[in-house]
């Protein structure tokens, strides 16, 4: 049976359209299911600060996106200071030392969603179908069937593979019984921009608090927006709180947030003059144990629901689209059937050590430094002390915050798909 299309993609938000763009010169049919209405705001790409790791940076060069996303506005992190608050246990980490341009970037959500809507829509061997909502999904041993509604009419479509990119609340998971591992922090990260009386100089800050992470990272704003007059003054701020706190977080004036912010974080980096408007996301760990199934596989948030200290959400599902377009050009030059079950076993075992590395890497710090046990504070702060007078150490933590631990796909080492 001859499918309609040969990927059939659910979701075309900020992971989904960069593996459209990904796959752009292979000869695949691909087809993008899409809730939101053509020239609507996906509603991934708001305003939030969003994180983009040094590896990241690299696939987008790899894209050939990275250009217009600095032209839009990408904020360069060139040190980062880490602190348990109230105690003596820090480290710093730069570039300089890493041999780096920039540990990590910081741009809006929105800056990245004008970049990849255009991506999208310029992708040829793509059909965007929108506003449109899976509704049914059968998967069979050669092909996908799928049920949409797309613009209020039924359709059905084939498809060799499907992709689910349709964040964590997956219609792709949830039509195919697929229970993910749910396990909560009591944590909520009220999330704002501010401006500080001082220039941030490139540095973010991640403060461990009784409460969970506070991080602080530069981000000017998106040039030609009244925020970029704020110039260098201007941080995105992640504060966890506990959840029973939330109400009252955002219940604050401005002058009592920019207060409470003050005494949680300290002056060191200056003054805080002026908020954006506050908002809340729960924080959970919510992860797929197998990424793939028989003609499906997840990607990005439909596969895995990180904490987010260290900043590797959305760094973890890029990474997902490099791998998997490499695995499926690879596919294609050797003529097998991009569903295939030796396909994709390939790129779960590719993915595999990335995913517990990071789950590893994020639930073990928020748990870790959420805690106020003594004896565990002490070892704490003195191995972020150890890893600060350690090369050896910091490198390791730098390499995995920055993304470019284990095996590297051809994006993030400048090679084309």
């Known amino acids: 049976m001859q499918p309609d299309y040969d990927l059939l993609i659910i979701g075309g938000g900020m992971v989904g359209a960069s593996l459209v763009h990904a796959l752009r010169r292979l000869p695949l049919r691909v087809a993008v299911v899409e809730a939101s209405a053509p020239g609507a705001a996906h509603p991934s790409f708001d305003a939030r600060g969003i994180a983009l790791a040094q590896g990241s940076k690299r696939i987008f060069d790899g894209l050939g996106l990275w250009q217009a996303l600095d032209t839009e506005g990408a904020t360069a992190i060139t040190n980062i200071h880490v602190s348990d608050r109230g105690r003596f246990g820090s480290a710093r980490l730069s570039a300089r030392d890493e041999g780096v341009e920039a540990l990590g970037y910081v741009a809006e959500a929105n800056v990245l969603g004008r970049v990849l809507e255009k991506a999208l829509a310029e992708a040829e061997n793509a059909t965007v179908l929108r506003p449109a909502h899976l509704t049914a999904l059968e998967i069979g041993n050669e092909v996908v069937s799928a049920r949409i509604d797309h613009d209020g009419a039924a359709r059905s479509l084939t498809a060799r593979l499907i992709v689910a990119a349709d964040g964590g609340r997956s219609a792709v998971r949830a039509l195919l019984g697929e229970k993910a591992l749910r396990l909560g922090y009591g944590q909520t990260a009220v999330i704002a921009y501010v401006t500080t009386d001082r220039p941030h100089g490139g540095w973010a800050y991640e403060r461990f608090t009784d409460?969970?992470?506070?991080?602080?990272?530069?981000?000017?704003?998106?040039?030609?927006?009244?925020?970029?007059?704020?110039?260098?003054?201007?941080?995105?701020?992640?504060y966890s709180v506990r959840?029973?706190?939330?109400?009252?977080?955002?219940?604050?004036?401005?002058e009592q947030f920019l207060a409470r912010l003050q005494e949680r974080f300290g002056h060191r980096a200056g003054r805080f003059l002026t908020t954006s408007p506050r908002q809340a996301y729960p924080l959970v760990l919510n992860f797929l144990r197998d990424h793939v199934?028989?003609?499906?596989?997840?990607?990005?948030?439909?596969?895995?629901?990180?904490?987010?200290?260290?900043?590797?959400?959305?760094?973890?599902?890029l990474r997902d689209v490099a791998a998997l377009a490499e695995v499926l050009a690879d596919a294609v030059q050797r003529g097998e059937d991009v569903g295939a079950g030796a396909v994709l076993e390939r790129y779960a075992r590719w993915r595999r050590a990335d995913y517990l590395r990071a789950l590893a890497f994020t639930d073990g710090l928020a748990r870790l430094f959420s805690s106020r046990f003594p004896p565990l504070a002490l070892v704490r702060d003195l191995g972020l002390l150890g890893m600060d007078l350690l090369p050896a150490a910091k490198h390791l933590f730098a390499a995995q915050a920055m993304g470019l631990l284990g095996k590297q796909p051809r994006l993030a080492r400048g090679l084309g798909i």
Request: proline share 6%.
């Open 293 to 317: 199934r028989p003609r499906a596989v997840f990607i990005g948030n439909a596969a895995h629901a990180i904490h987010p200290v260290g900043g590797q959400g959305f760094n973890l599902g």
């Open 243 to 254: 959840d029973e706190q939330v109400e009252e977080m955002l219940a604050l004036s401005d």
């Open 211 to 238: 409460t969970g992470p506070l991080a602080l990272l530069p981000c000017n704003g998106a040039r030609g927006t009244e925020e970029s007059a704020a110039g260098d003054h201007r941080w995105s701020v992640v």
